[in-house]
């Protein structure tokens, strides 16, 4: 069978192996957290039985994946590309949790304002000026949409008015 | 537009905690937030809009209303434990999180000693019903029956814990009978339950009104202290022998400790709201009785409610009580 | 039947009111503008602009509300066909072919054909509205805990044929999908589970939020994590004329419409789920169906015809139970009773015959709605089409920025900010693990039905299951599953007897 709509970017065979592993470390621990309620109440399922089948049936179906994963085909690794791929991921994915868990205290625009900045600048790779044009513009331009538009009361923090 | 810029002041400022307490003689000076731990347009929501509609010209200032329904609500309730006592700052409090929530679950706020009661201006209408064409044609007969025949009668509420819930949980254990409860998420579908034959009765809200009108429920009482004026053929459980009643009040609170000016020119803005012809209508509308109280009043209920509630929940060993 | 024709006769005079017809369009308008931003699905999209509609009687505003119901479906499958961004659950599958005719230049006959299929859909469910009347609404009744159950089953029976990669990681997505429905209250006992002492967990995972993070930061990332240029999108033709669906198109597609339409209908009328089961139920059976099934995945028009007329059938359906039942089917709804309730109008058997210009007038306004919406947007092909060229990198913040700030907008709550990162990027993570989100969103929907469903079910039968399959309809839909369950095999057999290869 072709592979459908292959994602762009994949882990190769011995990463992809230890990926679901780890999966199967957290459906294992899923599993364990469901045996801690009540499997069975007095006349009826109590609140741990369906959270136990479903992770059992999820332990069952890494068990299956991480096996199919073992036998199959090692793709050949892409050191070199990979190590710039994760960098850009990184820079991304920490980004978007810092402006997450900033959201509230530093307020809506200069949570956003620091985070778009810094994405572009370091995750894009562009100027500072038109980091900071965009980024400006994508903010006021959600405060209009949101706050003023959609009456979000969103929060301000640091900034006043 | 105005409402918005005056919104975020009113944001900015209690953020920023930089409002020194206002004299109590000239309260309110500035627009005030009522937190509405509830999604938009549900009951508690739709009733306290209306509430707040009416208070506004009273009291001169603006009244901003933010929904805020994380955590089942218990967030807003301690957003609001934890903000200024100045009076600008107000919840929409209701039974179900003074009251019942805390026994339930873990909540992170003292119902009895973190807010200040204001005032109360209604409570949800709850029936105990059946289909028109049921055998049961009073509270008696079908109580009677699941006493004969344990765990077969089965009621639909919205959750176990809802008043609703604990009402019937409370009437079938005064009399000895055993009930199923059937949680369905909400009062509409209980009601859609039992019009489908699915279950023997439900215990719910407004939401069975529009199918008493069609003719294919009977209301066999409510759980109220006495009979609705809308609805004079049902009788309450105080008149059925009780020696109880069980009411899901709905009222206004803020923060402990809140200055004692603060809380009376409050309380005599909101009650004099509650007589707004549009707000009443509102009511009406939604199933919701009055259920006028000053602040005084309003404290002896929540004070009566956090202990009844948590002896009732004991004794039926669930939420936090529940066997592990 | 002739009662229902006169009182849509009425619905239409009213709905074709200088004011309303305006209502309806500028709801239809709004919804779109709002719903095609990436990451606030209809949920999103109606909470937001539901105050707009407090100031009008309640007829205008229930079809204005509509209209921007309709209107974010709309965006909903624009995003989901150009970004790979599902507004609600029922669009995911809309992601798979539609996303991928994108990608190959097709992205007009693919927006095209979802708002034809949209307005043919409209027409379907109008006509059987008003064939078979308000009454068809007791549908619902017939559907109680037990049947709601069965229906639930086939629908997870119809998710694990849904999904990219291979079989077994699609089982172990819905699995965790099904697990991750029970974080939050306990639907019987409302105890807590898993919450870990997090207060904003009692409500459980949102779904919005996890379409948000799973669907649209994660696809920001993957954008960021990809090698230059391999996401870069076909370069599409500019013209109308080219943008919309070709001969071969609708020849392949009449057949998708005309059964999603069918299948939308009778199961939108069931509020439990029936909804979202009729839009990848479409899938599947047009996959099934098809003369080439390899095609689907790999930008079958079909695909998207199918699933998105009946996700549009089913969302015009569920009025009929919202509006005579008052059982919301979802979250979307719900608000609309809200609506309702403002206005001062209690939804119930009676409303079709005390408020006739109310409950006519808002299935007519579908109609026209649907109608507004084609001539909406079918000009605007070639700018939608055009947002393909949006460069990456000014793409990305604005998606982010959507997801952030429509993540705080459903609740007003900053945890579900924190939530959508994160879930971004564990769905960035799955993807290179080639973990398909689809089937855990699918099932992490029908999760929280299934176990509410059955354990209803059993306190309803006093412990026993035998109640699940003693009634005819649940027995039913319960073979039926096994049916779709066994089919693979049954094929497998067949082919194996026959002597061919394995094809799969």
Request: hydrophobic share 50%; charged share 15%.
């Amino acid at each position: 069978m072709e592979d459908g709509a292959a994602p762009e970017v994949a882990l190769s065979g011995r990463w992809d192996a230890a990926a679901l592993g780890l999966v199967l470390l957290l459906t294992i621990g899923a599993l364990v957290l469901s045996l801690g309620y009540p499997l069975w109440g007095d006349f009826q399922p109590g609140p741990g039985l369906f959270p136990t089948l479903a992770a059992g049936l999820a332990v069952l179906c890494a068990l299956g994946a991480l096996g199919s994963a073992l036998l199959a085909e090692r793709g050949a690794a892409t050191g070199r590309e990979e190590a710039r791929v994760w960098r850009r991921l990184l820079v991304y994915a920490g980004i978007v949790l810092i402006w997450a868990a900033s959201f509230a205290t530093l307020g809506f625009a200069a949570s956003g304002a620091i985070a778009l900045t810094l994405l572009m600048r370091v995750g894009e790779g562009m100027g500072w000026l038109p980091s900071l044009a965009i980024a400006g513009v994508t903010i006021a331009l959600g405060w209009l949409l949101f706050e003023v538009l959609l009456g979000v009361p969103l929060p301000h923090g640091v900034l006043p008015t | 537009m105005t409402d918005r810029i005056t919104r975020r002041m009113t944001l900015a400022a209690g953020a920023a905690l930089i409002a020194a307490p206002a004299g109590a003689q000239d309260f309110p000076t500035r627009p005030i937030t009522l937190v509405i731990p509830f999604s938009p347009a549900g009951g508690s929501d739709l009733t306290a809009r209306a509430l707040v509609k009416a208070a506004e010209p009273i009291l001169g200032q603006p009244i901003t209303v933010v929904n805020r329904p994380a955590g089942g609500g218990a967030q807003a309730m301690q957003e609001v434990a934890r903000a200024a006592p100045d009076g600008y700052t107000l919840v929409n409090s209701t039974a179900i999180l003074t009251a019942i929530a805390p026994n339930m679950r873990d909540v992170p706020y003292n119902s009895a000693t973190d807010f200040t009661p204001i005032m109360t201006y209604g409570a949800f209408n709850t029936f105990i019903a059946v289909r028109a064409d049921s055998q049961y044609q009073t509270l008696q007969e079908l109580l009677d029956f699941a006493k004969a025949n344990p765990r077969v009668v089965t009621v639909g509420v919205s959750v176990i814990g809802a008043s609703s819930h604990l009402g019937m949980a409370r009437l079938a254990q005064d009399r000895g009978a055993q009930v199923s409860f059937v949680p369905f998420g909400g009062g509409a579908p209980a009601v859609t339950a039992l019009l489908g034959r699915h279950i023997t009765s439900v215990v719910v809200s407004g939401e069975v009104l529009p199918h008493v009108a069609s003719g294919q429920v009977r209301l066999l009482a409510t759980l109220m202290g006495e009979r609705v004026p809308s609805l004079p053929n049902v009788p309450s459980i105080r008149e059925l022998g009780f020696d109880w009643s069980m009411n899901s009040w709905l009222g206004i609170a803020g923060p402990a400790n809140m200055p004692q000016p603060v809380v009376k020119r409050l309380q005599d803005a909101f009650l004099q709201a509650s007589n707004d012809a549009n707000f009443k209508r509102v009511m009406d509308e939604i199933a919701v009785a009055e259920l006028r109280n000053d602040a005084a009043g309003a404290a002896r209920i929540m004070a009566e409610d956090i202990r009844s509630f948590e002896a009732l929940i004991k004794e039926l060993k669930l939420g936090r009580y529940a066997a592990r | 039947m002739m009662e229902s024709l006169i009182g849509l006769g009425q619905g239409f005079g009213i709905a074709l009111s200088f004011g309303n017809l305006l209502w309806c369009l500028l709801g239809v308008a709004l919804g779109t503008a709002v719903g095609v931003l990436p990451g606030l699905g209809p949920t999103a999209t109606i909470s937001l602009l539901l105050p707009i509609t407090f100031r009008l009687d309640a007829t205008s505003s229930l079809i204005m509300l509509s209209g921007i119901y309709y209107g974010a479906m709309y965006g909903g499958s624009i995003t989901s066909i150009l970004v790979k961004i599902p507004g609600e659950a029922s669009s995911i599958v809309t992601c798979i072919d539609g996303h991928e005719m994108a990608r190959r230049g097709r992205a007009g006959p693919a927006l095209g054909i979802s708002a034809f299929g949209s307005f043919i859909a409209g027409v379907v469910a109008t006509l059987g509205v008003a064939l078979a009347g308000p009454a068809v609404a007791d549908v619902a009744l017939a559907f109680g805990p037990a049947e709601y159950t069965a229906l639930v089953v086939l629908g997870l029976v119809l998710v694990t044929q849904i999904g990219e990669g291979p079989r077994i990681r699609a089982l172990l997505m819905a699995a965790l999908g099904l697990w991750g429905s029970t974080v939050g209250l306990d639907p019987i006992e409302g105890t807590t589970r898993f919450t870990f002492g997090v207060l904003e967990l009692q409500d459980g995972l949102d779904i919005a939020v996890l379409a948000m993070g799973l669907f649209g930061v994660a696809e920001v990332l993957t954008l960021a994590a990809a090698k230059e240029g391999s996401t870069q999108m076909v370069d599409s033709p500019r013209g109308l004329r080219a943008l919309l669906p070709d001969r071969a198109d609708w020849r392949a597609s009449s057949g998708p419409i005309a059964r999603g339409s069918v299948l939308g209908f009778a199961l939108g009328l069931l509020p439990g789920g029936g909804a979202l089961i009729s839009s990848f139920a479409s899938y599947v059976m047009e996959r099934r169906l098809a003369k080439d099934p390899s095609r689907f995945g790999q930008g079958a028009i079909e695909g998207v015809a199918g699933p998105e007329t009946a996700n549009n059938a089913a969302a015009q359906a569920s009025f009929v139970p919202l509006l005579s039942l008052g059982i919301p089917s979802n979250v979307v709804m719900g608000v609309m009773i809200g609506a309702l309730m403002i206005q001062g109008i209690a939804p119930g058997p009676m409303l079709a015959t005390e408020r006739p210009e109310l409950f006519w007038g808002v299935i007519a306004s579908m109609l026209i709605g649907n109608l507004m919406l084609l001539v909406l947007n079918v000009p605007l092909l070639p700018v939608f089409v055009a947002l393909l060229r949006v460069p990456q990198r000014i793409l990305a913040p604005l998606i982010l920025l959507f997801c952030v700030v429509g993540a705080y907008s459903l609740q007003n709550s900053a945890f579900d900010v924190m939530m959508v990162a994160i879930f971004g990027v564990v769905g960035f993570l799955l993807r290179l693990v080639r973990l398909d989100p689809a089937p855990f969103m699918l099932a992490f929907v029908l999760g929280e039905l299934l176990e509410k469903s059955i354990r209803q079910s059993l306190l309803i039968g006093l412990g026993s299951p035998m109640i699940l399959v003693e009634k005819p309809i649940s027995a039913a839909l319960f073979a039926l599953a096994a049916l779709v369950l066994c089919w693979p095999a049954l094929r497998w057999i067949q082919i194996r007897i026959m002597g061919g290869r394995r094809t799969t």
